[in-house]
């Protein structure tokens, strides 16, 4: 009796623990279906606001729009027909609130009851006019040629350049300035703090007395224990007036102020695994360097470095990782502007910070809304692919 | 092993306390003390904070929490019941109206206060008057450098909120003819933030709420009959209507919990309430 | 060494090392100044902020007079929270990662699954924590739906640590006590995990370090602008340290007189962080010289 109920015991223990140990795949999982369901919605909602149609004349040839050209239509960059596909014909662009400039307030009712009739009307009579209007206001027999506006394919959000997500009648988005926003000030950061870190890592494996390492270790843990919203307060009250006064620009909100901060939050990533990196050089190997007479600097660039090669890398690549996802402290440095980046020296945008501005004013379950699960879905893969290939370059090393 | 046991008592303890405590702010709901959510635009925040902050001193036991989030996550919370005021810096969108009907709720407004939208740049800036269309032009793009408007020949750098705040909306309504704007433009989270970038940078330009104005940005003089008036941006100016960018700002709140908001909604309206407002820099309804 | 015959080569030969190694010796000193002139900069800013008001009062005046006591008190809440659930499912999964797990398959991708979740960025966990504890679970937005996300994010760093306890304790100890007789998980809670308690218990303060700073998971799943009340229950919401920081910093019409009250919340935050080190590096150190005792 007592040993099976002590088997029973066991085996409910051992029952909870592989339970617990699930528990992170199954996290893993579940982060994937929810930001990929949410996120996949973007490709079957319409650029349209719900309960709007945008509608032309019948006799206008064009049947469908891109979100852009509907953009541009009303922007007036695209002022006729022919940049649209259609004919030679002014394109006289029209929103429900400029009613009152084509009829007046009598002719319009008191409560707006001849008001569908009278955009019905409007829409016969001019043969350029685009009408963007709400479905209240549609007249039953409506005399208007409804067009679809297409809908966001995979490519246009990947490779569209314009991040307009609230632009009505149709929201633009390109999700590419923002991920090469992301992937530039990262970059940036990992060119900054590689040569840092590693020399820290070689000073400390190689060259720093035990006494001396034993003080850097905790300071440099610390390091990474700052908080990034601390690391942000620091960015915008010192990095980015120090850069707008040291390189003499119009702003100091700049990718570099982005990628300085995330190099120095970086640091720690980068020294503590290229440090156990180097320290797995065999010792008969270093050995054998300084017997043939190479001087330390020449065993550590010759056989140490080649030999760690692979742990440099990883480490750099976590870096990078650590970089790319990193919210707050870029949204408070690099100035959000949504562009495509040319230079180090101008404002970017990127994946975390748009999510972090921008979720809390969608309106939940709207296209905006998914469009940043869809920008978390594409952050999620540029982390994993990172995960992945340290995986791999660790396991080779093994 | 002490650590650990010192840990899980102290919490633990919380706990035990918490929930009694829990049960005594449920009956003290019943009497006059109130317990109200806020929840939405960072437009309201600073003065929901303060009309927060004074209501509670002067009704005891009541609390109010304020959060921010954006005015989207505030009609979404009062769609989901999980707050009890939206605070918002626009109306209803068509789609917002369609889910709170289907969620059953019936929505009530007050117009709390206004806002009035000054544009802005660095003091060092000898620009002191721009007419609408040059407003657009320059948040549009196609004014780059101050040369074009009057000014000293420097790169126009714009801020601007973040693409989905109800004030990057109004304005982009009211002021820029409905443009989009151009995809060069900073965008800051906060409004603070760029006031203070404006302060620090020689070609700036920005539109903030009047509440916001202090002496390291200087507002400018607009002109909507294409330069023949141009106002400077004042609460006087708004009130009466002579300066034209202001919009209204919202407490919404579902019929079914007005017994509850009331009191707090009419504070906000009542004088003491509009003090605040004048207080904070915002444009009394009254 | 020194009866070596300083020809041209070698001087040459010890002159690029002096080079490097002053060069790498002055790159880890720069290294450690940046630490030092981030750490002194918010210092020297913070002190004047902080008296026994600005710790355990309400803020007051729009938030930039009196102090942040709720904003302490909700931070502590998220990180008891959060470590309630992440200490038992972090330190279970990895004793059964290093103990129990038969096939290295299963144990390998337990492991691969565990470094995904680390590299996952943390506004992916604010996404994932908005879109599951507070609309699908319907919690709202609550010291509930915050401290089970941040705890799903501080997961790994309780696995790994307490992975790495557990690695370490010598399997004699665990053959000696099989061979007496003692069941797995007797030879388990009874031996491997006394001896492994120390860095289990470093791992632990750690994860509360990293906890306790982390903004962008709490943005959209607990965090309060302004909630001068303390916490009655789960279902709260709470103001945060880190959000309260972003807040001031960044919003509220006169940033000028709440940036000393954002020089003393950052401070508060950088103190937090430093016991957090300090006292993990003691705990090692202690229980290090007293396990090598035994």
Not at chain 1, 343 to 362: D, K, N, S
Not at chain 2, 69 to 89: E, F, K, P, Y
Not at chain 3, 208 to 214: A, D, K, Q, T, Y
Not at chain 3, 242 to 254: A, F, K, N, Q
């Amino acid at each position: 009796m007592n040993t099976s109920f002590k088997k029973f015991k066991e085996t409910l223990i051992e029952g909870l623990l592989m339970i617990s140990g699930t528990v992170t795949s199954l996290t893993v999982l579940l982060i994937v279906f929810f930001l990929f369901s949410e996120g996949i919605g973007v490709f079957s909602e319409s650029p349209v606001e719900a309960g709007y149609s945008i509608a032309l004349n019948k006799a206008n040839t064009v049947t469908a729009l891109s979100a852009e050209q509907v953009k541009n239509i009303y922007d007036k960059k695209i002022t006729n027909w022919q940049d649209a596909g259609g004919k030679n014909e002014a394109i006289i662009a029209f929103r429900m609130d400029d009613i009152d400039t084509y009829y007046t307030e009598d002719e319009l009712g008191s409560s707006f009851e001849h008001l569908p009739e009278k955009i019905n009307e409007l829409i016969e009579k001019n043969p350029g006019i685009i009408a963007f209007v709400s479905d209240k206001y549609k007249a039953k027999e409506f005399n208007g040629k409804i067009i679809t506006v297409k809908n966001i394919n995979p490519k246009s959000f990947l490779g569209g350049e314009q991040w307009f997500p609230t632009a009505e009648p149709a929201a633009q988005l390109g999700a590419l300035p923002l991920i090469l926003g992301t992937l530039w000030v990262s970059f940036c950061a990992i060119i900054l703090a590689l040569p840092l870190g590693l020399a820290t890592a070689i000073y400390m494996a190689e060259i720093a007395n035990d006494k001396v390492r034993n003080v850097m270790k905790p300071v440099i843990e610390l390091l990474a224990g700052i908080p990034s919203v601390v690391y942000g307060f620091f960015g915008l009250v010192v990095i980015v007036p120090l850069i707008q006064d040291v390189f003499n620009l119009p702003v100091g909100e700049t990718a570099l102020s982005g990628s300085i901060i995330l190099g120095i939050m970086a640091l720690p990533t980068i020294i503590t695994i290229s440090e156990d990196a180097l320290r797995t050089t065999p010792k008969a190997m270093k050995e054998a360097s300084l017997a043939l007479g190479a001087t330390n600097w020449q065993t550590i660039y010759k056989v140490i470095i080649p030999y760690s090669v692979s742990g440099i890398s990883a480490a750099a690549i976590l870096g990078i990782g650590r970089a790319v996802g990193e919210t707050m402290a870029v949204l408070m440095v690099t100035g959000n502007a949504s562009v495509i980046p040319h230079t180090i020296l101008e404002p970017v945008r990127t994946i975390p910070a748009t999510i972090a501005a921008e979720l809390g004013e969608a309106p939940q379950g709207g296209m905006h809304f998914k469009a940043l699960f869809a920008l978390g879905c594409i952050l999620f893969i540029i982390t994993l692919i990172i995960n992945l290939s340290v995986e791999f370059i660790s396991a080779k090393r093994k | 092993m002490n650590t650990k046991i010192t840990f899980l008592t102290l919490i633990l303890a919380s706990a035990v306390f918490s929930s009694c405590k829990n049960e005594g702010a449920k009956t003290e709901e019943t009497t006059t003390a109130v317990s109200i959510t806020m929840k939405g635009s960072d437009t309201v925040l600073p003065l929901a904070q303060k009309e927060a902050e004074d209501f509670m001193k002067a009704n005891a036991g009541s609390t109010i929490t304020v959060t921010g989030g954006g005015t989207g996550v505030g009609i979404s919370a009062l769609q989901d019941g999980t707050t009890d005021i939206a605070m918002a810096s626009r109306d209803l969108k068509a789609t917002e109206k369609l889910k709170l009907q289907e969620a059953g709720k019936d929505i009530q407004s007050a117009t709390i206060a206004y806002d009035a939208l000054a544009v802005v740049v660095n003091p060092a800036n000898k620009v002191q008057k721009l007419t609408r269309e040059q407003i657009e032009g320059i948040f549009t793009g196609s004014i780059a450098n101050w040369k074009e408007v009057g000014g000293a020949d420097e790169k126009i750098i714009v801020y601007s909120r973040e693409s989905s705040s109800g004030t990057y909306e109004f304005f982009k309504e009211h002021v820029m003819d409905k443009k989009n704007y151009a995809s060069t433009i900073l965008s800051l989270p906060a409004t603070g933030a760029i006031v203070q970038s404006v302060g620090q940078t020689k070609g700036a330009i920005a539109y903030v709420g009047l509440a916001y104005l202090d002496v390291s940005i200087k507002a400018l003089e607009v002109s909507y009959d294409q330069g023949k008036v141009f106002v400077a941006p004042s609460v006087a100016a708004a009130k009466d209507g002579s300066y034209p960018v202001s919009r209204p700002l919202f407490y919404f709140y579902n019929k079914s919990s007005e017994a509850k908001v009331k009191s707090f909604v009419d504070y906000a309206l009542s004088d003491a309430g509009q003090a605040v407002v004048a207080a904070i820099g915002y444009v009394p309804v009254k | 060494m020194t009866e070596e015959i300083l020809d041209a080569s070698g001087r040459a030969k010890r002159r690029a090392q002096r080079i490097a190694f002053f060069t790498f010796t002055f790159m880890s000193f720069f290294v450690i100044a940046i630490l030092l002139v981030i750490l002194s900069f918010i210092i020297i800013r913070g002190i004047p902020a902080i008296s026994w008001e600005f710790l355990t009062e309400m803020p007051k005046d729009g938030m930039t007079k009196g102090g942040i006591f709720p904003a302490i008190i909700g931070t502590l809440c998220l990180v008891a929270g959060s470590m309630l659930f992440a200490f038992p499912v972090g330190v279970m999964s990895a004793i059964y990662i290093n103990e129990y797990a038969k096939s290295s398959w299963v144990k390998r991708f337990i492991q691969m699954m565990t470094n995904n979740l680390a590299g996952i960025p943390s506004i992916v966990f604010g996404l994932f924590g908005m879109a599951l504890f507070v609309n699908r679970f319907g919690f709202g937005d609550s010291i509930l739906a915050g401290s089970l996300t941040l705890g799903l994010l501080a997961l790994p760093v309780v696995i790994r640590t307490t992975e790495e306890a557990l690695k370490s304790v010598d399997d004699s100890f665990r053959i000696a006590s099989i061979a007496l007789g003692a069941s797995k998980w007797q030879t388990t809670s009874l031996v491997v995990l006394p001896i492994a308690f120390p860095n289990i218990i470093t791992g632990l303060i750690l994860s509360i370090g990293r906890v306790s700073g982390e903004t962008a998971p709490i943005l959209f799943t607990v965090a309060a602008y302004f909630l001068p009340k303390l916490p009655s229950g789960i279902f709260d919401q709470v103001m945060a340290l880190p959000y309260h920081l972003y807040v001031i910093s960044t919003s509220g019409t006169d940033l000028k007189a709440s940036r000393e009250m954002a020089y003393g919340t950052a401070l508060v935050l950088i103190v937090i962080v430093l016991i957090v080190n300090l006292l993990a590096n003691w705990l090692r150190k202690y229980f290090g010289n007293k396990v090598k005792l035994h």
